[in-house]
């Protein structure tokens, strides 16, 4: 059973944590007895966060880092990564568009971003986890690897390339201990679900009731997600109990992906 001391004496890093799934991510993990490090672009709301966390345990910090910049990051590794046992990589996806249209530069930030970015962290991650013979890599991403999202281009490219890194990580860092899994999250109440509202209403000139019932409508559970249910996903992948669940796509997403 899951309890507040399950992360007990566990170090996390969670990525993308000032706002949305990761800051809920960031906050259970503490709830569970993780000490937290929270790594965000903006320090303003990344403090709050680690304000939040002070209720749950003691010696969590908070890095300032922004993904996009493969040189800033690589700055930080050295310091952030010695003695992280849990790993959750989250970013706020690209810009909304079709694919047809994108441009060279969007490619080429998204992937910087989300993909070369996690490939740095899990490298920079992996040496303590295998001495601890424990890790968990925990990847947020999106049901996108499953069945691409209309109007998401190169969200589904990037997204699709994170998780083909996480089953190959997966084989490579399994025999040491260390599980690497992907929570594809739903229609969640964040500001990226915020961002995807208003594009629609602006694209189709109709009421917000509307819209949201036009992404519900798909959805078994009828409702969008609380920022916390992914969450708790998360923290079971980082607990003991989840010691044998490797390289899999776990969709949380009320029932809407149309495929196994």
Do not use: W
Request: proline residues 5%.
């Amino acid at each position: 059973m899951l309890t507040h001391n399950t992360l007990a004496g566990k170090h996390a890093l969670v990525c993308g944590a000032s706002q949305g799934i990761g800051r809920a991510c960031a906050i259970e993990l503490a709830k569970a007895g993780a000490r937290v490090t929270v790594l965000a672009r903006t320090a303003q709301t990344l403090e709050k966060t680690l304000e939040s966390l002070a209720k749950y345990g003691s010696g969590h910090k908070a890095v300032v880092c922004d993904l996009s910049d493969m040189r800033q990051l690589s700055s930080i590794l050295p310091t952030t990564c010695t003695d992280v046992d849990i790993l959750v990589c989250n970013s706020g996806g690209p810009a909304p568009g079709p694919l047809a249209s994108a441009e060279s530069q969007a490619l080429d930030a998204a992937f910087t971003q989300h993909v070369l970015s996690n490939v740095a962290l899990v490298q920079a991650c992996a040496p303590h986890m295998k001495k601890q013979n424990y890790g968990r890599i925990i990847n947020i991403i999106s049901t996108s690897v499953k069945i691409p999202i209309p109007n998401l281009g190169v969200s589904n490219i990037v997204r699709g390339a994170t998780a083909s890194a996480a089953k190959t990580f997966a084989g490579e860092l399994g025999p040491f201990g260390i599980t690497v899994n992907n929570i594809l999250p739903g229609f969640t109440k964040t500001q990226r679900l915020e961002q995807i509202i208003q594009n629609t209403q602006s694209k189709t000139g109709g009421e917000r009731d509307a819209v949201e019932d036009s992404f519900t409508k798909d959805v078994p559970a009828r409702r969008f997600a609380e920022p916390e249910e992914t969450a708790y996903a998360c923290v079971f992948l980082a607990s003991p109990f989840a010691s044998y669940i490797n390289g899999i796509n776990l969709p949380v997403d009320g029932g809407r992906t149309g495929c196994l």
